[in-house]
């Protein structure tokens, strides 16, 4: 089956009496050309879940495959030729150019033995038109701003040239027109033909880029629900996962504070 397939994935972490499950056999199917994204409180697995699917950590049950061959038979570099990763953190200790930061997304594709890679720099060039900041190119990445900063991380995803992306979560700390623009830049991933996996806190960014969500954790955890978008960002499932109430209005979400206290007063 084509695409970056999760079936019936078991996520767990050490617990004090053994493995503690933080989802039980989630099933998902990220095809190119879609977005799914991954939203759930804090601590839910989110991160550990896209770690799984990135081949970097084993589901302690289920498969992961990308294009029918299990994720984590490929070797290192192969595997980074077919699956982008945007992690949360990103230590960074060399300060550089944008585009060089941007250009170590080429290094699976550089040669073992000389370095060489004939279309890294038309792919750099590419990368950092789709994220809209070659004018940022020759400017020091300790320079840049955070929101500039994640527009960089996303233009070296871009330059893998890799049909799959998975990202954790890419707009958070950053401010409405940032995250807007993170979030622009995803769906157009999608829309010339990458499949992505986000794991997001933005309720209403995923209800807008989504074709499919995956909510997991809560009081109830491990169980998930995984749907389309509309049917899973809903007070039905969010109110259960997040022990809050939701309210729904079509262009938001939002929640009340515990008790329906009224809002605080703010004064000047």
């Not at 617990?15 to 190119?32: F, I, K, N, W």
């Not at 990763?85 to 150019?97: A, K, Y």
């Not at 994220?131 to 020091?140: E, F």
């Not at 109110?239 to 004064?267: H, I, K, M, S």
Request: proline share 9%; glycine share 10%.
């Amino acid at each position: 089956m084509s695409g970056l397939v999760l079936s019936g994935v078991t996520v767990a972490v050490p617990g004090p009496d053994g493995p503690r499950a933080l989802v039980e056999g989630l099933s998902l199917h990220v095809r190119r050309g879609t977005v799914t994204c991954v939203v759930g409180p804090n601590g839910a697995g989110k991160t550990t879940l896209l770690k799984v699917a990135a081949g970097l950590r084993p589901p302690a049950a289920g498969t992961v495959t990308v294009d029918d061959t299990p994720v984590a038979a490929l070797p290192p570099r192969r595997r980074a030729r077919r699956v982008g990763v945007l992690p949360q953190r990103l230590p960074l200790s060399d300060d550089m150019t944008v585009r060089a930061f941007v250009e170590l997304g080429r290094h699976p594709h550089r040669s073992r033995w000389t370095g060489a890679d004939p279309t890294g720099a038309a792919a750099v060039d590419r990368a950092l038109t789709e994220a809209g900041i070659t004018a940022l190119a020759g400017a020091r990445i300790f320079s840049v701003s955070g929101g500039e900063f994640q527009l960089a991380r996303l233009a070296q995803l871009w330059a893998t040239e890799t049909p799959y992306w998975i990202l954790d979560e890419p707009t958070t700390a950053l401010d409405p027109a940032h995250a807007l623009r993170i979030a622009g830049l995803l769906v157009r991933a999608a829309r010339t033909g990458h499949g992505l996996l986000v794991a997001i806190h933005d309720l209403e960014i995923a209800r807008r880029i989504a074709d499919r969500v995956a909510c997991i954790g809560g009081p109830d955890a491990p169980a998930f629900v995984e749907g389309p978008a509309g049917a899973v960002v809903a007070p039905a499932v969010l109110d259960r996962v997040y022990g809050v109430r939701t309210r729904l209005w079509p262009d938001a979400v939002g929640f009340e504070l515990p008790g329906d206290e009224p809002p605080p007063t703010v004064t000047a």
